[in-house]
């Protein structure tokens, strides 16, 4: 039996390869596509990336031009006689009113300045406008400021109006061409007011060793409107310390800061100055509440200059034979010496010593000498305040004097606690020398001098020198009164910072 097998017919079927080569084609060609697609896709977002950030550092070049212009070229009105406040702007709104319409300084394209001196706006133009060189194109920058408040206050150490104020700032970066960008970044620039004495010593400098404690020496802190039988009650808190360089503390009785230490300045170990520490602290020593740092250097004003000049003659307050001839507004009852001034005018005196168990009683007043020096064995007394000394330190020629101010606070008797009312302001770079007692209670201000506070005694108050030194083992107590009691201008700082692309 034979079998017949059929062979299957393939006629019809030759076109299949060519349709199945064609279908492979048509994907291979919609993956090459996809893939130029997302080439290109990626490189136009790397391009754009590129291009936003050039813009973005644009932008951050107009609002620092116009941050450097206000805070280190412009005067504020008031500070400048030419630009008063007064009759002028309208500080009842914010943004503040000028003609109407706000403060405004800008050189964005299409915008105009409003504000009423020239050469400020000319001055701003130049600061806040110009263009970044790129590797191959350039980003160009422009700048408005906002002025959205403004007030004026009496400054604690000059006596003088200051003006402080608050900007919003914009900065506008723009590139043109492939991968046009517009970015936008804002800032708010204000100055506050701050209490005057925030600290219970506070040392200018921002090297090593600008302040010292050791010796037993301490900070903290008391009320003066708590009194409990004339005495005040201290507390072991609130003592806080503060320098623009390094605190050093050491030494083998025990020295504490009852409070913190702010500083601009970080770590704690050997302070040398290639490498300046907040802290370099040995032996029985200690900051209870730690470091706190500081955004920026602390800038205090330097007093100003005495005019006119005080003279530079002796002027010795002795027990016995009244007052002094040349003693201004001086009246002696026995041996009892006491000084008024008129409201509002100073007495002037030379080169002052209160020596020989003198009795001085002083009233509210300015008494601006040349120097001052109290010895231990007299007696001042505050009868009433404020009593202020400003120190000129000067010589016959114009030299400093090495020590302008030598007080021996066992001999200085303000009986209120109230360190308000006996304050030591001086502007020179010579030494300071204070000492404690019972009833010293007073301000040192002497930002450009080294203030050595002497003996271990008690001193009730705040201090602000260049150098702080206690060594001598001085209990120096902050009147936290001082924080709500006289202000100056603090620093410019920046309060918020945002940005946005705009194209």
Same mark, same amino acid.
């Given at each position: 039996?034979?079998?017949?097998?059929a062979?299957r017919?393939?006629?019809?079927?030759? $076109?299949?390869?060519?349709?199945l080569?064609?279908?492979?084609?048509l994907?291979?060609?919609?993956?090459?596509a996809?893939?130029?697609?997302?080439?290109?896709?990626?490189?136009?977002s790397?391009?754009?990336?590129?291009?936003?950030? *050039?813009?973005?550092?644009?932008?951050?070049?107009?609002?620092?031009?116009?941050?450097? +212009?206000?805070?280190?070229?412009?005067?504020? %009105?008031?500070?400048?006689?030419?630009?008063?406040?007064?009759?002028?702007?309208?500080?009842?709104?914010?943004?503040?009113? +000028?003609?109407?319409? %706000?403060?405004?300084?800008? &050189?964005a394209?299409?915008?105009?300045?409003?504000?009423?001196?020239?050469?400020?706006?000319?001055?701003?133009?130049a600061?806040?406008?110009?263009?970044?060189?790129?590797?191959?194109?350039?980003?160009? +920058?422009?700048?408005?400021?906002?002025l959205l408040s403004?007030?004026?206050? &009496?400054?604690? +150490?000059?006596?003088?109006?200051v003006?402080?104020?608050?900007w *919003?700032?914009?900065?506008?970066?723009?590139?043109?061409?492939?991968?046009?960008?517009?970015?936008?970044?804002s800032a708010?620039?204000e100055?506050?007011?701050? !209490?005057?004495?925030?600290?219970?010593?506070?040392?200018?400098?921002?090297?090593?060793?600008?302040?010292?404690?050791?010796?037993?020496?301490?900070?903290?802190?008391?009320?003066?409107?708590?009194?409990?039988?004339?005495?005040?009650?201290?507390?072991?808190?609130?003592g806080?310390?503060? &320098?623009?360089?390094?605190?050093?503390m050491?030494g083998?009785?025990?020295?504490?800061i009852y409070?913190?230490?702010?500083?601009?300045?970080?770590?704690? $170990?050997?302070? &040398?100055?290639?490498?300046?520490?907040?802290?370099?602290?040995?032996?029985? @020593?200690?900051?209870?509440?730690?470091?706190?740092?500081? %955004? *920026?250097?602390?800038?205090?004003?330097?007093?100003?200059?005495?005019? !006119?000049?005080?003279?530079?003659?002796?002027?010795?307050?002795?027990?016995?034979g009244?007052?002094p001839?040349?003693?201004?507004?001086?009246?002696?009852?026995?041996?009892?010496?006491?000084i008024? %001034?008129?409201?509002g005018?100073?007495?002037?005196?030379?080169?002052?010593?209160?020596?020989?168990?003198?009795?001085v009683?002083?009233?509210?007043?300015?008494?601006?000498?040349?120097?001052?020096?109290?010895?231990?064995?007299?007696?001042?007394?505050?009868?009433?305040?404020?009593?202020?000394?400003?120190?000129n330190?000067?010589?016959?020629?114009?030299?400093?004097?090495?020590? !302008?101010?030598?007080?021996? $606070?066992?001999?200085?008797?303000?009986?209120?606690?109230?360190?308000?009312?006996?304050?030591?302001?001086?502007?020179?770079?010579?030494?300071?020398k204070?000492?404690?007692?019972?009833?010293?209670?007073?301000?040192?201000?002497?930002?450009?001098?080294?203030?050595?506070?002497?003996?271990?005694?008690?001193?009730?108050?705040?201090?602000?020198?260049?150098?702080?030194?206690?060594? $001598?083992? @001085?209990?120096?107590?902050?009147?936290?009164?001082?924080?709500?009691?006289a202000?100056?201008?603090?620093e410019?700082t920046?309060?918020?910072?945002?940005?946005?692309?705009?194209?």
């Amino acid at each position: 039996m034979s079998t017949n097998t059929a062979r299957r017919p393939w006629s019809g079927e030759e $076109g299949i390869a060519l349709i199945l080569a064609m279908f492979m084609v048509l994907v291979v060609s919609l993956i090459g596509a996809s893939l130029a697609t997302v080439g290109r896709t990626e490189t136009l977002s790397s391009l754009n990336y590129k291009t936003m950030s *050039q813009a973005r550092y644009a932008a951050e070049s107009g609002l620092h031009g116009a941050a450097n +212009y206000l805070i280190h070229v412009y005067v504020p %009105p008031g500070a400048d006689a030419a630009d008063p406040v007064t009759g002028v702007y309208d500080l009842t709104k914010s943004p503040v009113e +000028y003609n109407g319409d %706000p403060v405004v300084l800008t &050189t964005a394209e299409g915008a105009e300045s409003n504000y009423p001196i020239k050469n400020k706006v000319t001055t701003f133009e130049a600061d806040a406008a110009g263009d970044l060189a790129m590797s191959n194109t350039k980003a160009s +920058y422009t700048a408005t400021a906002t002025l959205l408040s403004m007030r004026r206050f &009496t400054d604690a +150490y000059s006596g003088g109006q200051v003006t402080i104020q608050t900007w *919003q700032i914009t900065g506008i970066g723009q590139i043109k061409g492939a991968g046009a960008a517009d970015v936008e970044v804002s800032a708010i620039i204000e100055t506050q007011r701050v !209490p005057a004495y925030r600290y219970a010593a506070f040392a200018t400098f921002d090297g090593c060793d600008a302040m010292t404690f050791g010796g037993g020496g301490q900070s903290d802190s008391y009320d003066s409107s708590k009194l409990v039988g004339g005495n005040a009650v201290t507390s072991k808190s609130d003592g806080n310390v503060g &320098t623009n360089g390094g605190l050093t503390m050491n030494g083998a009785t025990k020295t504490t800061i009852y409070g913190t230490l702010s500083t601009p300045r970080t770590g704690v $170990g050997n302070c &040398t100055d290639a490498s300046i520490t907040a802290l370099d602290i040995s032996g029985k @020593a200690d900051v209870k509440d730690g470091l706190v740092q500081l %955004p *920026q250097a602390v800038h205090w004003n330097t007093p100003a200059a005495i005019a !006119p000049a005080p003279p530079t003659t002796a002027l010795d307050f002795k027990k016995t034979g009244g007052c002094p001839a040349a003693a201004p507004k001086c009246t002696a009852v026995g041996d009892v010496m006491t000084i008024t %001034p008129d409201a509002g005018v100073p007495v002037q005196m030379g080169n002052v010593t209160m020596n020989a168990l003198a009795e001085v009683h002083l009233n509210a007043g300015t008494y601006e000498v040349n120097t001052l020096s109290i010895a231990g064995n007299a007696k001042v007394y505050i009868d009433s305040g404020p009593v202020i000394f400003k120190v000129n330190g000067l010589d016959a020629t114009g030299a400093e004097i090495a020590t !302008p101010i030598d007080v021996n $606070g066992g001999g200085v008797l303000n009986n209120s606690l109230n360190p308000q009312n006996l304050q030591f302001v001086y502007g020179g770079s010579g030494e300071v020398k204070l000492n404690g007692g019972s009833k010293s209670a007073f301000l040192g201000y002497a930002p450009n001098a080294t203030v050595n506070l002497n003996g271990n005694a008690d001193i009730y108050g705040a201090i602000v020198g260049k150098f702080v030194n206690d060594t $001598g083992g @001085a209990k120096l107590h902050f009147d936290l009164q001082l924080k709500s009691w006289a202000y100056t201008e603090g620093e410019p700082t920046m309060t918020s910072f945002t940005w946005s692309s705009t194209h």
